[in-house]
């Protein structure tokens, strides 16, 4: 075999980092509480905490903690499959339009809030629906768009997923434009992507379906390593090619609106994760999917330490420290696939 | 149990690529589809294995229309080997071929190693194992695609199985070539029936037990390839002079002048 590194070593690394990245969003911020003081808190054995500390702790720090988490593992599996369904290595959600989509649906439902009175339903839940009915409607065009003869178009499908994220900024400008002060802070949080604004009540909205979605994903694994054969090829073999890509399209829409309703636009998570883990373990989607969860949690809750600590007291969105990271290695990437392209 | 088209035809865009053929292949036997570029011999291949749908009329297996065939049944019964192969991504040789299995697994892993390892080497690709597929060359790739579709086809189904092979030689060197036909003439006589398109008329007179023509989207002749095969036949649809040989040990060739 090819490939040095064990699945086992890869899988434990990962597993190790996102704890330690866990562990580093509890025990940092302005406000001092220590390892002790976490480990006790969280054991739920006495509470040594301060009513300022335990609010810190347990309001900001560890809603935002998970939150970065389970975006980060979400968009890596979005990306992934993504990359699997179009048989293309260079589709990351942010690319392709989906994730602009969501978030000016999700804009357009915040700034219309205000309109409707009597509002039954809690906004969280209606600013989530508003991105996955934004985020599925992008996606459905773009690979509409994207689509010749039965076969997605690698540049097209980069060019569509262009010019609807171009549109979707437009009509975020336009909503902000409009927009009172607390909206357009929200908007400027969904342009740029921050996980600041994540609390438990829009945890308890997503966490739960996106963990559920990539699940759901993990499950279609074998059939994903087929499809990228080609489309008639895993046909042969006794997959059904529409239902199978109809199914993994939804579910990575999900998981990619869900997080956008959480904290914005993050992008190149969904690039830079799967790709690395290829290259390290190869494009086998059954253990491709679970460690790129894996990675992307880890990856994401390093960016938002940094986005937290980097410039205190100001903040970072730690869109833009994924942006930063994510890319120069995308050009990278490109440069690489310019010389090689199977290799990419 | 057979393989058969019913009045099939194919068309796209408009265009006739396929005018309505009935053809009735068997088991147990090696059947070659000739004809020039474009005659429509992938199509028909195509219709046969389902991935396209007949413009008008049918195909039937064991005499129940393809349409009504679960994919993963038919999966089962029938693998196509196709012309071009498009995997980008870096699976090794030996998974590649476990991709073939994806519909067939039922045994264990140690098993299913077994069965990967013995296709890759009937098709004389065993040293390729563990490289990576998109480093391979076109000849090496070819091997490899040829072995991941005779393990998805290894185990013994309920009917006979079946295997479609869209220009297997296309990248052989002549060996391989030769290899490649022996390999799918031992399958036929295992009771799998193999239709293969193929270009060059002396490896259909080696090899095959039957040959259908087609020429412009229509069957122009079926039958045994000595019955078929001639000169007359020769210009007719290549519009090329040849000669028909035997040799003193009984076989048949078909040599091509220099200039047609």
Known sequence: ?344 | MSLRTLEASYAARGRELLAATSVDFAPGRLHAIVGPNGAGKSTLLRLLAGEWRPSRGSVALDGRDLREWAPAALARRRALLPQQHSLSFPFTAAEVVALGRLHTRRHKAEVERAIVAEALASCGAAQLAGRLYPQLSGGERARVQLARVLAQIRDEADGARWLLLDEPTAHLDLAFQHACLRLAREWSRCGVGVIAVLHDPNLVLAYADDVLVLDAGRAVAVGAPRDVLDAALMRQVFGLAARRIELADGTHWLAVGADG
């Not at chain 1, 509002?119 to 989530?128: D, E, G, K, R, Y």
């Not at chain 1, 609807?164 to 902000?176: E, P, R």
């Open chain 1, 1 to 344: 075999m090819n490939r040095p590194t064990s699945l086992a070593l890869v899988g434990g690394t990962l597993g190790a980092a996102v704890l330690a990245s866990l562990a580093w969003a509890l025990l940092t911020g302005p406000l001092a509480i220590d390892a002790a003081q976490v480990a006790a808190a969280l054991t739920g054995a006495a509470n040594r905490l301060g009513a300022a500390q335990h609010t810190v702790l347990f309001d900001l720090r560890l809603p935002r903690a998970l939150a970065a988490l389970t975006i980060g593992g979400a968009l890596a599996v979005a990306g992934c499959t993504f990359q699997a369904v179009l048989r293309n290595p260079l589709a990351d959600p942010s690319f392709i339009g989906v994730s602009g989509g969501a978030a000016v649906s999700a804009a357009a439902c915040l700034a219309g809030l205000h309109l409707v009175p009597s509002l039954t339903l809690p906004p969280q839940l209606l600013i989530a629906l508003g991105a996955l009915l934004g985020g599925l409607g992008a996606a459905v065009l773009v690979l509409r768009i994207a689509r010749l003869d039965g076969d997605t178009q690698p540049i097209t499908l980069l060019l569509a997923g262009l010019a609807v994220n171009a549109f979707a900024a437009g009509l975020l400008g336009l909503i902000a434009y409009g927009a009172s002060d607390p909206t357009l802070r929200a908007i400027t949080l969904w342009l740029f992507g921050s996980l600041g604004r994540a609390g438990w009540t829009e945890l308890a909205v997503a966490m739960p379906l996106m963990v559920v979605a990539s699940l759901l994903l993990w499950r279609q694994a074998a059939s994903l390593n087929a499809l990228l054969l080609g489309e008639a090829e895993a046909a042969h073999i006794g997959v059904d090619v529409a239902r199978l890509k109809r199914g993994c399209i939804a579910l990575a829409v999900v998981c990619t609106a869900l997080s956008v309703a959480l904290a914005g636009v993050i992008g190149f998570i969904g690039l830079m994760v799967p790709h690395m883990l290829r290259l390290l373990v190869g494009p086998d989607h059954r253990a491709l999917l679970p460690l790129s969860f894996l990675g992307g949690a880890a990856l994401l809750g390093a960016a938002d330490n940094v986005a937290r600590l980097a410039l205190q007291p100001a903040e970072v969105p730690v869109g833009i420290v994924c942006a930063l990271l994510g890319a120069p290695f995308f050009l990278g990437l490109l440069l690489r696939w310019r010389r090689s392209p199977e290799l990419a």
